[in-house]
């Protein structure tokens, strides 16, 4: 009950910093965000946790929240501009995890503290940090993409929520079969995986759902650099 609790109120302060993010810095804020989420979410997914009898890993509430950046982009700056934060977050994760890969292969001195707690969350193997990279890149870029088309479908302002949820709905299907296929296939039992890949797609969905209202808010924000949207 605890967890759940506090995973709710973990949610809200994502969304809170996120919509703060836009606010204060604007486009540049939502660049900034995708950079510092894609860390942080790698970070928090060594984590499992319970939450309503169901074990998950954290880093879902942030990842879903690049998907929010990159259609918050794309609504009101075009998809040129929501594909430069892929590619953004995705040099971003690839320096990271390089620089990160080689400060583990320093000697710690013998009094160090930290070289284990490191190891334990950067020292991914290399199927994980492929699959991470992988699932990433493909899902974001096809996410872009879903929402350019949808916005063509459905262009009215009002319709928001079918752009960003129809988009994302797929797009984080796909993150979340690729991500499990390449990591966890052949790993566990066909049934075992099933269960990994529905648990990690079903977090995210349901936090993407519920932060359609956050995006509403947030697309009200106006900068100098902005150039309002079409539709």
């Given amino acids: 009950m605890f967890n759940l609790t506090w ?11 996120f919509t ?16 510092f ?3 942080i979410a790698n ?11 169901v074990i998950t890993t954290l880093g879902n509430t942030i ?22 934060a892929v590619w953004f977050g995705f040099f971003t994760l690839i320096a990271s995890t390089i620089m990160m890969q080689m400060a583990l292969v320093f000697t710690p001195q013998p009094g160090d503290l930290a070289q284990e707690s490191l190891q334990t969350i950067f020292g991914m193997l ?22 350019s088309y949808l916005r063509q479908r459905f262009p009215a302002r009002s319709q928001l929520w079918i752009r960003m949820n129809g988009s994302t709905t797929l797009s984080q299907l796909v993150d ?3 991500f499990c296929t390449i990591a966890f296939l052949g790993q566990y039992s066909f049934v075992v995986w099933l269960q990994i890949l529905f ?22 924000y106006h900068h100098p650099d902005d150039h309002q949207s079409t539709v």
């Fill in 7 to 17: 995973g709710i109120l973990f949610v809200l302060v994502n969304f809170t910093l």
């Fill in 20 to 35: 703060v993010s836009y606010r204060l810095f604007g486009k540049s804020g939502l660049y900034a965000w995708v950079a």
């Fill in 37 to 39: 989420a894609t860390v």
């Fill in 43 to 53: 970070i928090q997914v060594v984590k499992t946790i319970e939450v309503a009898g």
């Fill in 63 to 84: 990842y879903a929240s690049i998907y929010m950046a990159t259609d918050l982009l794309n609504e009101k700056y075009g998809p040129q501009a929501a594909r430069k």
């Fill in 126 to 147: 290399p199927r994980l940090a492929l699959a991470s990279l992988a699932a990433y890149f493909i899902s974001q870029l096809l996410d872009v993409r879903l929402f």
């Fill in 176 to 178: 979340s079969l690729v």
């Fill in 199 to 220: 648990t990690t797609y079903l977090f995210k969905f349901v936090i993407s759902v519920a932060s359609t209202p956050v995006l509403y808010i947030a697309r009200r």
